[in-house]
């Protein structure tokens, strides 16, 4: 009996040491379990949260990467006319485009071929160095059209002589419309060689032909029925009389002011009119006596909002600047 209770305290003895072993190993492995299982959830979560970040740091750099669109993109400008303006208009209408976007094409043929093309509607500006004549404008009226006048620059005929003329440096406005009517034709008669002249002129669709008739061979249309030699080259741009004057012998052209300092480079000689130097400085002065002003035309009511920018564009500071820059007297 002793025993047997002996036996069953073993028994009871053993079974709590098992229970209390079992517990603790139970317990120590929910212990170790649980960090692991933390850490688990908390590294996941970590990921989630950097694959997020990428994502809006990815989309982020796509927009800043997406090009902005400008105003006048996909639009369209024509502008064509006057062969004078193109050192000015060129230049204004790249930048316009690289700040308003759109395409803003510049074409030459003349002030008349411009104004022609914008009273039948074919370009949206014209270029001109005159102003519109009155029969222009009434044939524009007879048609229901309205031509709206923009002064965009002021600027100055130059006279070059080609680069092998010695001895004649001032010339007047009587000598020059003498010299272009053909009426002197040795340049020894004005200080010069002996040697023939060779007249240099521009086409009469030009605006710049049409001034010069005006202001010198007709001396301010004083005398209105002189006219340019028959003799005289009829050359379609300011760059066409700078190549010929620049590479024939004894040959006299006149300018825009804007592609004077090409000629010189090319080898052409400048003269001054009545004593004054042409520039910009007696251009804007009014000393230089061959200077006029530069205008763009359009019909009233039919320009675009592109077309009103470009013009708002040109009148500018930044425009203007760049008239000054190609030759031209700014506005301002």
């Not at 073993?10 to 649980?34: P, Y």
């Not at 411009?114 to 519109?132: K, T, Y």
């Not at 020059?176 to 040795?186: A, C, E, M, P, W």
């Not at 080259?233 to 620049?246: F, G, K």
Request: proline share 2%; net charge negative.
């Amino acid at each position: 009996m002793i025993k047997s209770r002996s036996n069953l305290r073993i028994l009871i003895s053993l079974t709590i040491i098992v229970l209390f072993l079992a517990s603790t190993i139970l317990f120590g492995c929910k212990e170790e379990t649980a960090p692991a299982e933390e850490t688990a959830v908390e590294e996941e979560t970590a990921v989630e949260e950097e694959t997020a970040e990428e994502t809006v740091a990815e989309e982020e750099e796509a927009i800043e990467e997406e090009p902005e669109v400008k105003q006048f993109e996909g639009q369209e400008l024509l502008v064509s006319g006057s062969t004078t303006l193109l050192p000015f208009a060129e230049p204004a209408a790249a930048a316009f485009m690289e700040e308003y976007g759109g395409s803003v094409t510049i074409g030459g043929g003349g002030s008349g071929t411009g104004i022609s093309e914008c009273i039948n509607g074919i370009n949206d500006i014209a270029d001109s160095s005159r102003q519109i004549k009155d029969e222009e404008m009434e044939q524009a009226e007879s048609m229901g059209i309205n031509i709206v006048e923009v002064q965009v620059a002021y600027d100055g005929i130059s006279v070059i002589l080609s680069g092998n003329i010695e001895g004649v440096e001032d010339l007047s406005i009587r000598q020059l419309s003498d010299i272009f009517r053909g009426i002197i034709t040795n340049w020894n008669e004005v200080g010069g060689p002996d040697a023939d002249i060779i007249l240099a002129s521009r086409d009469s669709s030009s605006g710049t032909y049409e001034y010069f008739l005006e202001a010198v061979i007709q001396i301010d249309k004083t005398e209105d029925t002189n006219e340019f030699a028959t003799t005289a080259l009829a050359l379609q741009s300011n760059a066409d009389i700078v190549n010929t004057v620049t590479t024939t012998d004894n040959a006299i052209g006149y300018i825009g002011l804007g592609y004077l300092q090409e000629a010189l480079d090319k080898g052409a000689k400048s003269v001054m009119v009545e004593g004054i130097i042409p520039s910009v400085e007696t251009v804007k002065d009014g000393t230089y006596p061959i200077s006029r002003g530069l205008y763009n035309y359009y019909r009233e009511g039919d320009l675009s909002e592109m077309g009103m920018a470009y013009l708002d564009f040109i009148l500018s500071d930044e425009g203007q600047a760049i008239a000054l820059d190609t030759g031209f007297v700014p506005m301002k």
